[in-house]
Antibody
Framework: EVQLVESGGGSVQPGGSLRLSCAVS????????MSWVRQAPGKGLEWVAS????????SYLDSMRGRFTISRDNAKNSLYLQMNSLRAEDSAVYYC?????????WGQGTLVTVPS | EIVLTQSPGTLSLSPGERATLSCRAS???????LAWYQQKPGQAPKLLIY???SRATGIPDRFSGSGSGTDFTLTISRLEPEDFAVYYC?????????FGQGTKVEVK
């Protein structure tokens, strides 16, 4: 069974940092692109970042580039999102997802709150 | 950036009725790289359709996707109680990947 479990969310002051993690099981992690997608409270879905199987390619939504860093550890079957210079508008549930362009499997999400 | 516009915003229907959801793109979606997701309150989205018309694993055949270019449709042939949810379309033919704003299917 495919499982993705996010952790690391919480409340952080504006300008602060958080590191999200996603532990995966049930599939060969190193064979798939992986992504982060977020959803602000009561709002729609927004792609954040994606990373290639070996970590050699990364892409970001423009508003996150330079503040967020996606990475992975294939030996640990884990995906990460380092978030710096957080703003109130970054408050959202952050999901990790197995990617094929579309998002085939999702974790349950981890909530990040940045008070205004 | 490809902007996806979903309509209607809310669809009020009864169980057993047919639901037709629309997703219109601001420019042609290459290779019909269009997906649909279902999201229930407090849950993660769930992939229903990819490639505009291919059902994901385990998705019942009452869900079907159609369309090409800029106009896409998700049809639920007969609504079951568990189908009342929010539905999102997403394109993966261009960068960045973008989602529509969602259509809520609610009980009439």
């Amino acid at each position: 069974e495919v499982q993705l479990v996010e952790s690391g969310g919480g409340s952080v002051q504006p300008g602060g940092s958080l590191r999200l993690s996603c532990a995966v099981s049930g599939f060969t992690f190193s064979s798939y692109w992986m992504s982060w997608v977020r959803q602000a409270p009561g709002k729609g879905l927004e792609w954040v970042a994606s990373i290639k199987q070996d970590g050699s390619e990364k892409s970001y939504l423009d508003s996150m580039r330079g503040r967020f860093t996606i990475s992975r550890d294939n030996a640990k079957n884990s995906l990460y999102l380092q978030m710096n210079s957080l703003r109130a508008e970054d408050s959202a549930v952050y999901y990790c997802a197995r990617s094929r362009g579309y998002y085939e499997n999702w974790g349950q999400g981890t909530l990040v709150t940045v008070p205004s | 950036e490809i902007v996806l516009t979903q309509s209607p915003g809310t669809l009020s229907l009864s169980p057993g009725e047919r639901a037709t959801l629309s997703c219109r793109a601001s420019q042609s979606v290459s290779s019909d790289y269009l997906a649909w997701y279902q999201q229930k309150p407090g849950q993660a989205p769930k992939l229903l359709i990819y490639g505009a018309s291919s059902r994901a694993t385990g998705i019942p055949d009452r869900f079907s996707g159609s369309g090409s270019g800029t106009d896409f449709t998700l049809t639920i042939s007969r609504l079951e109680p568990e189908d009342f949810a929010v539905y999102y379309c997403q394109q993966y033919g261009g960068s960045p990947r973008t989602f529509g704003q969602g259509t809520k299917v609610e009980v009439k």
